[in-house]
């Protein structure tokens, strides 16, 4: 596995690198433990690096479950984790967002003990809190990497603005933000911003939350313990009208005979040399399917019969997250 480098400050990962949330939230029950542990493994096995989880999925349990998955490989791998969120520590219930400083340092120390490590490697700020200046959110962090407590600091689903405020605080070292070829959003002043300071960028649901596989029917239904079941985008009317994308992918995949996933990440691969797509599976088939998009060059034909399909096709629905516009 090829690696790349997560802004300035020598943080070198896998090129792709495993989202671990739906192992224990968000698309259905959680998965047998043994069965997830295994799969991290198999992973690292495979050149995989960088591992991503959060203290919200959950919540908790995910934290501990990649914890004890890459215990015999801490030295291997880098562990990247979130906090921002106000989680009620018996109900495990949402209470809005929290960036407050005391809140973070709280967060750090939970998120180590769960994590079962004394450092993380990658500490976001989940989603932005207006109620706390940005300023005093990476001064925290920039304390808490000074205790060596944190190694680097990242931002999530964060605007230009607040990247550069953050920025001038404690170095950005990665952005994670919702980017595939349906969710277009950080083209337009993420990116940009992310190339001019030397800050990586992490692509979160770079399969489309698995409608760019191709696997997914129009007529499909889903759990309601899985987020696409309340999503814009996976109403019966939103898939109907946004296959005319998938089936472009799948005629790039045709012809280079590579599966519409591989074709997916590898765009996003192909759009800068600082970007690390973490897909999410449960399935070993599915994880070395996702890992041999990084062996997939596509052609400057390819790539741009995919951005001006993308560009073409106006797609259906609202990405679904709550927080649609970047702050």
Known sequence: MKTRQLGRDGL????????????????????????MIALMRAAVDKGVTFFDTAEVYGP??????????????????????????????????RRGFNSRPDHIRAACETSLKRLGTDVIDLFYQHRVDESVPIEDVAGTVRDLIAEGKVKHFGLSEAGAETIRRAHAVQPVAALQSEYSL????????VLPVCEEL??????????????????????????????????PRFTPEAMKANMALVDHVKAVAARRGATPAQVAIAWLLAQKPWIVPIPGTTKPHRLEENLGAADLELSSVDLDELTAAASAIEIQGGRGTGHEEYK
């Open 12 to 35: 070198q990962v896998s090129a792709m690198g495993l989202g671990c949330m739906g192992m224990s939230a968000n698309y259905g029950e959680a998965r047998d433990k043994g069965e």
């Open 60 to 93: 908790f349990v995910n934290e501990e479950l990649v914890g004890e998955g890459l215990a015999p490989v801490r030295d291997k791998v880098v562990i990247a984790t979130k906090f921002g969120f106000d989680i009620d520590p018996e109900t495990r219930e």
């Open 182 to 189: 349906w969710a277009r959003d950080p083209e337009a002043d």
């Open 198 to 231: 030397g800050i990586g960028f992490v692509p979160w649901s770079p399969l489309g939350q698995g409608f760019l596989t191709g696997t997914v029917r129009p007529d499909q239904t889903f759990d309601e313990k899985d987020v696409r079941s309340w999503f």
